[in-house]
């Protein structure tokens, strides 16, 4: 289906080389700004968890759902219907479940309040389906989760859980997995044709998953105000 000449391809590389290391920057910048897990308090440490579950458990795969009806090209096809049949396949919500319930760190609604905001602001980016724009926050996202897993875990570990089966599985370094999504990011600015689309911030979903993170470890960067605004607006 896809048939990008050579010479498109290749003016494509150095672009796609760019925006792996701006990527890999943030996510270096974003890891080295952790709070160590034994300086957090248990309640902060369960808080975090907690945060992590109430975005990922029901959020992923509606992300990578919104990445495949927005994506054209095959290569980016190919990876994300991999990577959905995996999911589902494998039940990894049930897997989160289970390391949050064995961390004791269920979401209270406090822990989803917290991370309302900007959750509501990735899913409103996602549903726009800007192609290139969800593969490169996609790219970000499974960067930087696979190396967020050995500080999840020990988050974990120190609440006294011994259910790693989660963070065993995402934590896993796979070369040729990143390559491939870089190579489905290829295939896709090379279909690219809206102008539109080219013209605006290719960031704007990572930059939103980015606050999103931060809330997650961080706690909601929104006044306590504004979390019982919510709560009594039902939002
Ligand atoms: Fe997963």
């Known amino acids: 289906m896809m048939t990008s000449s050579s010479a498109d391809l290749l003016s494509t590389e150095p672009a796609v080389g760019a925006i792996q290391r701006h990527l890999d920057g943030v996510i270096d910048d974003l890891l080295s700004s952790l709070p160590a897990p034994e300086r957090l308090s248990a309640e ?8 992590y579950t109430a975005v990922l458990e029901g959020n992923f795969i509606y992300w990578m759902t919104g990445a495949w009806l927005a994506v054209k090209s095959d290569a980016a096809r190919a990876k994300i219907m991999e990577n959905l049949h995996e999911e589902v ?4 919500p049930l897997m989160m479940r289970r390391f949050a319930t064995a961390a004791r760190a269920v979401p209270t609604e406090i822990d989803v309040l917290a991370v309302q905001k900007n959750l509501t602001a990735v899913r409103l980016f996602i549903g726009r389906l800007s192609a290139v724009r969800i593969i490169v926050t996609m790219a970000f996202f ?19 859980s011994e259910e790693m ?4 599985v995402h934590g896993v370094c796979d070369i040729t997995h990143t390559e491939e999504l870089y190579r489905a990011l290829q295939a896709e600015m090379t279909l690219a044709t809206d102008p539109a689309a ?3 911030n290719l960031f704007e979903g990572v930059e939103l998953l980015h606050a999103l993170i931060v809330d997650i470890v961080a706690g909601s960067s929104a006044p306590r105000r504004s ?9």
């Open 198 to 200: 080219a013209a605006e």
């Open 89 to 92: 396949r494998d039940a990894h």
């Open 165 to 168: 089966e989660y963070t065993d």
């Open 142 to 160: 499974e960067g930087l989760i696979q190396r967020f897993m050995p500080y999840l875990a020990e988050l974990a570990r120190l609440q006294g």
């Open 44 to 51: 902060q440490r369960r808080a975090v968890i907690a945060r």
């Open 227 to 235: 979390i019982r605004r919510l709560q009594l607006e039902g939002v």
